[in-house]
């Protein structure tokens, strides 16, 4: 009885002391913090993605606080909504911005770019590319090793086992840019993300001379400027053989998907050609392209 | 018998060609001559597209304090000056040369007398080599004349001829040997004269007797030339491990080797600096071996710089059916290659065919940290470590463990028997960590 | 023509497998195992038999349903995790306590951390060592060596690490050293045997699968610091003292095989000796002034935890480190 009571007394000494240092050490120590910090990263959606150009969402939090206007900030993957709730707790105004999307642009799938030769060594694009041109062709086209699915923090690129190339869930990806970062080749781009995800782009980089692009690849773009001459809104442009979309330019006409000789130009996320829809913004005579599932 | 101290490793050694005489190597129809066949910038080209060219005839002109003259490997014509798709598969810039007859200029003396005067002095003797495009054909291919003017504060002590030849097929240097022993000798003579040593000591792994032998009877007519014979290991023929295995001293991390007093040169590019000197004779050949277990008729080429590496297949009794990879240079450092109409070029010392059974590499497995990649490590790196933290991105842990001191002799891949791809990943985190420390640099000097 | 394979250098490999370390290993734990046959009988087969046999199906169990990832029991560790586990243990014990302490190594000391080249612990000692305090009665009762067939033998002595912890002067003294060269001594089935396992030793360092730095280092200093703390009873006492400490219990089986754990070592020469030295002085320490006989177990378990530091502080001499000139 004497041991267990003596036993009691002792721990509970033990632990009043333990707690006084504790509280005299962080009393001595304490850091003085904005609570808005918290309260602002607390919104974000806490994957340290680093799209927003900060060393992560405490970091953006930060800044977020010391800023003066909102202006130029923003959490690509939160988007306007998390933007907006931020500029209510910093009492600021919040600054609309388009969201934006990961778009990969190669299309050098196992069918339209046969594959010359077998790649053993690390699976890692980067080293790869530092290696040789890759396991087709083409020099400028997705490697496969998916560098890109390793860096993204939110789960939003996967390869297709299929095509070997990587593919974007527009629903899951906030536009942060890792993936554009990680690869090699420059091949994924931050672009512009329109009405439920629709997009045309140039799902090529290949810069040789249009027949050898050709011969690498079925969809290569050859520089022809077929589209550029069709584009009512200069948003294409054509340099080094290859012809390039702005999209924030670009009104989704789609009028280049159809002229382009090689297929090079994607149109994503359109509805099928059957159905018409009210909203579409393009004008009805323009028939839609058969890839623009693809 | 004399080795360098930290790692290394064993390789079998498949000198299938060794003993082999050297063989000329036909013409090629259409010569191929890359712009960058050397560290440094590429060189700056001189010619113009329907030129007429002869055997000799400056092409490009080096670029650079670090670059080297490019002459015509053939005479003809010409053709284009566009881009060519080389080994790695990348598009660089070449001179198109459609081949007419052999004819050579003037100035170079092609008779095999040997010529052992040398009259000039150090200068004029750089000068001639930088003039003449010479560059270490070892493999490395920085140009010599560089390597002979080394900054003021260091003084070269002795010469050391790299004759090691530890990758595993490789005999062209060896077949050199055999056959130009004595221009071989005159080379490296006036290589001592323009670095100014008395003392030059050419190091040789005992798998080459008749080598070793050779060259001792020989040096007995030459003052300050000294044989080394070395035990064989893996690899030996690395610039910093060399200097060990023979001076025993050992290049400080990031320092020149010549900050150890010895500058080293490959042995055919002492023939080569001979052919330059004494014959007025540009780079415009070299000896190739063209070696594989199932090639029919592999041998060692006297072959023309940008000839194509079909032709030499061919000339070696072409490309067999079950072949699986295509190395340029040897197994253990050497470039596998997708593309068999690519240009060699000046360091292309070889060209390995390995059957599909050798060809693949083993499914990876995971590290069990054996420690065998430490052991083997000829730097005294920790390799199993490097490429973790590499893949993980970690490159500050990797600087920290002097990941920059790697010399991609690929020891670490080679002896571990998880086949995980060590060397992938290091060389790849070196690329980063070096570039790190450049933007550092760049940005401290600000 | 098959498409050329286009990989980074080297291109050639030394052909070494994780497979082949593994059952190098193995091979070299034959002499001991031929040995504890001689001894131990039908008990040692059946306690080796079942410890491999539960480790491997474990192993691909776990592997296969709950890490959902390809078997990997063809690499011979699991089996190499088996052996070592049954070599630790009395060759009358229950077998089912052997495929508990199977179940602990491969689960708990292995899988646990992600399986092979994960795991902190070396799994075969982590199943004895759990064992030894779940079933102190039985990890400790040893039977008489005989080379009985049936190897039942039931009666039991004490062992002498027991007469070298409580004995005196006169005991150790009488202890036939010949005989725990040869085998002849009571103990866990695989260790008893000094010779058997110097020779799987040798075997191992002609095949270049260990080095010497683990081994050396631990038997060095075990003979060394039991032969100082015991000169006081004189200078002929100390020697036979070290020596009965060397070949004792443990210690071989533990220094060649366990200690050597490629996973659980350090991976610098430095670190090995240090690594080494520790393990021969912890071992000591607890053998001698310790609640438990034997302390080689321990002393390894807690070496292998101390390792990451190890590596982390003990770094391989770089080339260019010592500059020479001259």
């Known amino acids: 009885m004497n041991i267990i009571t003596l036993s009691i007394i002792t721990l509970a000494v033990i632990g009043a002391i333990a707690a006084l240092i504790l509280y005299a050490i962080a009393q001595r120590f304490k850091v003085e913090e904005d609570p808005r910090i918290d309260q602002v990263e607390s919104l974000l959606p806490g994957a340290n993605c680093g799209g927003c150009g900060k060393a992560g969402c405490r970091n953006f939090a930060e800044s977020c606080i010391k800023a003066t206007s909102l202006e130029g900030m923003l959490c690509p993957v939160g988007g306007n909504a998390v933007m907006k709730q931020i500029a209510g707790i910093l009492g600021m105004e919040a600054v609309e911005a388009a969201p934006r999307v990961a778009v990969v642009r190669c299309n050098g799938s196992c069918d339209n770019r046969p594959r010359t030769n077998i790649y053993e060594g690390a699976s890692s694009c980067a080293i790869a590319h530092t290696l040789y041109a890759g396991n087709t062709g083409c020099a400028y086209g997705c490697l496969g090793c998916g560098d890109c699915v390793s860096v993204c923090s939110l789960g939003a690129i996967t390869i297709d086992p299929k095509t070997q190339l990587p593919v974007v869930d527009i629903d899951k990806c906030g536009g942060c840019g890792a993936c554009a970062r990680a690869c090699p080749r420059n091949i994924i781009e931050v672009r512009k993300k329109g009405v439920k995800g629709r997009g045309v782009y140039v799902a090529c980089m290949n810069k040789e001379k249009g027949g050898v692009a050709r011969k690498a690849c079925n969809t290569a773009c050859i520089g022809c400027s077929k589209c550029a001459k069709e584009c009512s809104f200069d948003a294409i442009t054509i340099s080094n053989n290859l012809s390039y979309i702005d999209s924030d330019k670009c009104k989704m006409c789609r009028k280049c998907v159809d002229v382009c000789p090689t297929g090079a130009i994607l149109a994503v996320n359109f509805p099928p050609k059957k159905v018409t829809t009210p909203a579409a913004t393009e004008p009805a005579t323009t028939p839609t392209p058969e890839e623009s599932n693809k | ?446 | 023509m098959n498409k050329l394979v286009v990989s980074p250098s080297p291109h050639v490999h030394s052909g070494l497998s994780t497979a082949q370390c593994m059952y190098g290993v193995l091979i070299a734990l034959i002499p001991a195992f031929i040995v504890s046959l001689y001894f131990f009988g039908l008990g040692a087969l059946l306690v080796t038999a079942t410890s491999v046999l539960s480790c491997v199906i474990f192993e691909y169990l776990i592997q296969k349903y709950l890490l959902k990832g390809q078997p990997t029991i063809a690499n011979g560790s699991a089996i190499l995790t088996g052996v070592l586990l049954a070599f630790n243990l009395p060759s009358n014990l229950p077998l089912w306590i052997v495929v508990i302490g199977a179940l602990f190594a491969i689960g708990i000391g292995k899988m646990a951390f992600g399986g092979l080249g994960s795991n902190i612990f070396n799994p075969a000692l982590a199943g004895r060592i759990f064992l030894l305090i779940s079933f102190p009665q039985q990890m400790t009762t040893w039977p008489r060596p005989s080379n009985l067939p049936m190897g039942l033998d039931a009666e039991t002595g004490a062992t002498t690490l027991n007469v070298l912890k409580y004995g005196n002067v006169e005991d150790i003294i009488s202890i036939d050293v010949m005989e725990m060269l040869v085998g002849n001594a009571g103990g866990s089935f695989g260790e008893v045997s000094a010779i058997a396992l110097l020779i799987g030793f040798a075997y191992m360092l002609w095949r270049r699968i260990i080095t010497w730095h683990i081994p050396v280092s631990i038997i060095a200093t075990v003979f060394l610091f039991s032969f100082f703390i015991s000169i006081e009873k004189g200078l002929e006492f100390a020697l036979i003292f070290a020596e009965l400490q060397v070949f004792s219990g443990g210690l071989l089986l533990g220094a060649i095989f366990m200690a050597t754990d490629y996973v659980t070592s350090p991976t610098t020469r430095g670190g090995m000796l240090l690594y080494g030295v520790m393990i021969g002085i912890i071992t000591i320490v607890i053998r001698l002034w310790g609640a438990y006989p034997e302390g080689m177990s321990f002393a390894i378990f807690i070496m292998n935890g101390v390792t990451p530091l190890i590596n982390n502080y003990m770094k391989p001499k770089r080339f260019g480190e010592v500059v020479k000139h001259g």
Not at chain 2, 242 to 253: E, F, G, K, M, T
Request: hydrophobic share 40%; glycine share 8%.
């Open chain 2, 1 to 446: 018998m004399k080795t360098f101290k930290i790692g290394g490793v064993h390789p079998h050694e498949n000198k299938l060609t060794a003993g082999y005489h050297i063989t000329t190597a036909p013409l090629p129809q259409q010569a191929i001559i890359l712009l960058s066949q050397h560290i440094g910038a590429p060189a700056q080209c001189v010619v113009e597209k329907g030129a007429h060219v002869k055997v000799g005839t400056l092409l490009a002109q080096a670029n650079g304090f670090v670059s080297a003259n490019i002459h015509s490997p053939v005479s003809g014509v010409v053709s284009k000056i566009d881009s060519v798709v080389d080994g790695s598969g990348y598009a660089k810039p070449a001179i198109y040369i459609n081949v007419e007859g052999d004819e050579w200029e003037d100035s170079i003396d092609r008779s095999n007398t040997l010529v052992k005067e040398c009259n000039l002095d150090a200068k004029a003797i750089i000068d001639k080599i930088a003039q003449m495009g010479i560059v270490g054909i070892g493999g490395a291919t920085f140009p010599t004349q560089v390597k002979l003017m080394p900054p003021p504060n260091m003084k070269p002590e002795v010469l050391i001829i790299n004759a090691v030849e530890c990758e595993p097929y490789l005999t062209n240097d060896h077949a050199l040997m055999l056959e130009k022993a004595d221009e071989i000798m005159v080379g490296v003579e006036i290589l001592m004269k323009a670095i100014h040593v008395t003392k030059a000591y050419i190091g040789i792994e005992i798998n080459k007797p008749d080598a070793i032998d050779l060259l001792k009877e020989k040096s007995l007519e030459h003052q300050g030339i000294e044989i080394v014979p070395l035990q064989c290991k893996y690899p030996q023929g690395g610039e910093k491990q060399l200097i060990d295995a023979i001076i025993n001293r050992q290049v400080a991390s990031g320092a020149l080797p010549v900050s150890t007093g010895a500058v080293v040169q490959n042995v055919a590019t002492a023939y080569a600096v001979y052919e330059a000197v004494q014959k007025n004779k540009p780079l415009i050949e070299r000896v190739v071996t063209v070696t594989g277990k199932s090639l029919q008729n592999p041998g060692n080429f006297l072959s023309r710089i940008g000839a194509s590496l079909s032709l030499l297949i061919e000339a070696a009794g072409g490309l067999p059916e079950d072949t699986g990879k295509i190395v340029l240079g040897g197994p253990m450092m050497g470039r596998a290659t997708a593309n068999i109409e690519a240009p060699t070029g000046k360091g292309t010392s070889g060209i390995l065919i390995l059957t599909d059974d050798e060809a693949h590499r083993p499914d990876a497995s995971p590290c069990i940290r054996c420690a065998k990649c430490v052991a083997a490590c000829p730097m005294g790196l920790e390799p199993y470590l490097l490429s973790k933290v590499v893949a993980m991105g970690n490159y500050d842990v990797a600087e920290s463990h002097h990941i920059y001191d790697c010399i991609e002799c690929g020891c670490c891949s080679f002896s571990c028997p998880a086949n995980r791809p060590l060397l992938d990943y290091i060389r790849h985190g070196k690329g980063k960590v070096m570039a790190i420390m450049r933007a550092r640099n760049a940005n401290d000097k600000k």
